[in-house]
């Protein structure tokens, strides 16, 4: 049974910061992996999704890595801003179902 | 424009009601889900339709029944309701294979009293 890990539960950071938020998986059979934001109050955004066959993904401030056989991936987040503040679920998807981590909630102080 | 669009936002019913949420993807996509976020925001699947036929069930008390009119839509019908069905229920959509991502709705939050 796939399980994914997130830790710290919590983090909190100041303004401007370079960080890196982990993700972990037991199994590494996966078709892909997806990190989203979920703001209080709020449904989930996509923000990256890694293919298997793939090691990185880009999209402005945010780079996700993937290293499958050791079943982890890191969302790095660079020059990190009030406007970041969120939670951060990772998710992998085999067997057609994503299984999701708990979540990583980042506060960036101004 | 809203890709996964769900009714109502909020839902706050007695313990035995019977009610259902509404879910709508006008992405084109074949592949619907149902997931639950419980109070420690823990998000897990329930239920995945593929062109209107069902593909994933996971351990879910059978009041919960889904139904896809079309696959466009998937609905969610809970009888029965009971104190620990409060949560906040999301809808989503991919497209039809396995590797490419899933949009998800702005949930429903679901209040049992």
Known sequence: KQEVTQIPAALSVPEGENLVLNCSFTDSAIYNLQWFRQDPGKGLTSLLLIQSSQREQTSGRLNASLDKSSGRSTLYIAASQPGDSATYLCAVKANSKLTFGKGITLSVRP | ?113
């Open chain 2, 1 to 113: 424009d809203t890709a996964v669009s769900q009714t109502p936002k909020y839902l706050v019913t007695q313990m035995g009601n019977d009610k259902s949420i509404k879910c709508e993807q006008n992405l084109g996509h074949d592949t619907m889900y149902w997931y639950k976020q419980d109070s420690k925001k823990f998000l897990k699947i329930m239920f995945s339709y593929n062109n209107k036929e069902l593909i994933i069930n996971e351990t879910v008390p059978n009041r919960f029944s889904p139904k896809s009119p079309d696959k466009a839509h998937l609905n969610l019908h809970i009888n029965s309701l009971e104190l620990g069905d409060s949560a906040v229920y999301f809808c989503a959509s991919s497209q039809d294979g396995t590797e490419l991502e899933q949009y998800f709705g702005p949930g429903t939050r679901l209040t049992v009293t």
